[in-house]
């Protein structure tokens, strides 16, 4: 399987499922995942925040609270306009388009519920991120039965990353325990808030979650989701260099920066910090060409 990090944009827009499983791997903790508020305007006229995310490095795209870009006959984007799937999306951006579900009390369109994240993967959604957004009171046990409903509905192909980028919902011990049980659920990838963003999620405790989560034969994902992707960004590298050291395989910069995106400085930094200058431009500019 290549790695996600040589692939130019027609070739990403294709990935999803179990093979962007194999690809983020196969990358070795050099995949850089961008988190944007869907219907956010944009930082830029004329462009989507996805765009600008991407052409600063990003892999692959996570949209969140898309009830306010869904309707009844596609959708809708700021910047982008009408747009008939998230097929036709990931072409037009050329990155995987992944999709935030969750449990509990919210609106529809992002409830995560078997036949929304069927009709999501049949509308060319590459992978589905089960996370909790303040305020749902969502813990682990939750995560884990609705993570074993899906996996049993979408089968084996699907790409099922499963757990918290903060203590948003209930309070629960982010540790390795926890996050197996999401692999014994059915997820293929786990959510681990990275040290320095999350109070208690130390280098001890992040480095034993991820040894534990890769002998159950899933991936990380590190996760800055406490507004730190849009501090200043001088924070990126430390960030970045100890998710690489506590063993993360994909790096999610979260959407509560400036313009409910990841700060563009703080992606490029962090993407530098993971993988150097080499690999960063020749991601950007693979990232615009087309064959």
Request: net charge negative; hydrophobic share 45%.
């Amino acid at each position: 399987m290549p790695r996600i990090l040589d692939l130019d944009r027609d070739a990403l827009a294709e990935l999803r499922g179990r093979a962007l499983h194999d690809a983020v791997v196969a990358a070795e903790g050099r995949t850089l995942v961008s988190e944007v508020i869907a219907g956010a305007q944009s930082l830029a006229n004329g462009v989507h925040n996805m765009e600008i995310a991407a052409a600063v490095g990003a892999d692959i795209l996570i949209l969140n609270f898309i009830e306010t870009v869904q309707g009844d006959d596609g959708w809708t984007f700021p910047d982008l306009g009408p747009v008939a799937d998230l097929r036709t999306l990931a072409r037009r951006v050329g990155r995987p388009i992944g999709v935030n579900l969750e449990p509990g009390d919210v609106p529809g369109p992002r409830r995560a519920t078997t036949a929304t994240a069927r009709r999501l993967i049949d509308d060319g959604a590459a992978m589905l991120c089960l996370t909790a957004n303040p305020g749902t009171e969502t813990g682990y046990a939750e995560l884990a039965r609705v993570t074993a409903d899906l996996r049993d509905a979408l089968g084996p192909d699907a790409a099922i990353w499963s757990g918290k980028m903060h203590q948003a919902g209930r309070v629960d011990a982010i540790d390795g325990a926890a996050l197996v049980r999401l692999v014994e659920a059915g997820a293929d990838g786990v959510l681990l808030p990275l040290p320095g963003t999350v109070p208690g999620v130390t280098r001890e405790i992040a480095t034993a979650a991820c040894v534990a989560v890769h002998e159950a034969g899933a991936l990380v994902m590190g996760t800055i989701g406490t507004s730190q992707e849009g501090a200043r960004p001088s924070i990126a590298q430390a960030l970045a260099l100890t998710a690489k050291e506590v063993g993360v395989d994909a790096h999610h910069i979260g959407d509560a920066g400036l313009g409910r995106t990841g700060d563009p400085d703080v992606l490029y930094e962090y993407s530098i910090a993971i993988r150097g200058r080499r690999h960063t431009w020749r991601r950007m500019a693979l990232g615009n060409r087309r064959p």
